[in-house]
């Protein structure tokens, strides 16, 4: 039961604060692309592959496992928002942007988990 509260609160956290980078990054463009969700998918993916290096690395506790990766990161990642979008993108005419944004999120997405846990599993066994 302990696991799933800090799932609970992990989860509070993390879309709190998808709201607000999320909402940033949109008004800070003009474009009707969704870099707001784009940014937070890639950030989330960046750091769910640095925290579950470092996690495994230090045998971080099973609760604290669940808080960052099922809770924060679980809810701070917006793969269902990123599937409307690209439907709405499609409906709205724009079939190219809407192809790129599915690229972009997976193979950037991707990338980037790969990318930030070999980096921090090869810090970690300096």
Request: proline share 2%; with cysteine.
């Amino acid at each position: 039961m302990y696991n799933v509260i800090m799932v609970a609160a992990g989860g509070a956290f993390g879309a709190v604060l998808r709201y607000f980078v999320a909402g940033f990054v949109q008004r800070s463009t003009i474009s009707p692309f969704p870099w707001g969700t784009l940014t937070v998918n890639l950030v989330g993916c960046l750091l769910i592959g640095a925290i579950w290096a470092w996690a495994q690395k230090i045998d971080l506790s099973t609760a604290a496992v669940a808080f960052l990766l099922a809770g924060v990161l679980g809810s701070f990642t917006t793969f269902s928002t990123f599937s409307f979008e690209t439907i709405d993108l499609f409906q709205a005419g724009h079939r190219v942007m809407a192809v790129t944004y599915i690229c972009a999120s997976n193979i950037l997405g991707i990338g980037a988990a790969w990318l930030s846990y070999s980096t921090i599993r090869a810090w970690l066994s300096v």
